[in-house]
């Protein structure tokens, strides 16, 4: 949490994070609004539905530039919270969210 109390996109499951120059970006799953329509494991390799539960998992939350058009693309299809999707894809950098970024401001679009 920063020094004026508001806790920031980098903060949320950041404790046992890679540094940020070796992995910029991260993922923020809102795995309770995910209802396995599949669409993120069709277009991205870091996706996979789960045959116990049917819902989808990151085998990874912390990735680099390589690994960002797939992930990105991953949270636009999502299907999830009428259209503005349960993946976020967050640059750690700037705290912004890269995608889906529904309010089209870069302010973390999570639904606790």
Request: overall charge negative; hydrophobic content about 30%; glycine content about 8%.
């Amino acid at each position: 949490m920063s020094d004026d109390g508001i806790q920031r996109a980098s903060d949320i499951g950041s404790s046992d994070a890679p540094p940020i120059d070796e992995k910029p970006y991260k993922l923020i799953f809102e795995a309770n609004k995910c209802f396995g329509a599949g669409k993120c494991a069709e277009v991205s390799d870091n996706w996979e539905l789960s045959i116990t539960s049917g819902l989808a998992q990151p085998t990874t939350y912390f990735f680099g530039e390589d690994d960002l058009d797939h992930n990105v693309r991953a949270a636009e299809v999502c299907p999830a919270k009428k259209d503005d999707g349960c993946i976020h894809v967050i640059d750690r950098r700037t705290d912004e969210e890269i995608a889906p970024d529904p309010h089209g401001d870069g302010t973390l679009s999570v639904d606790w």
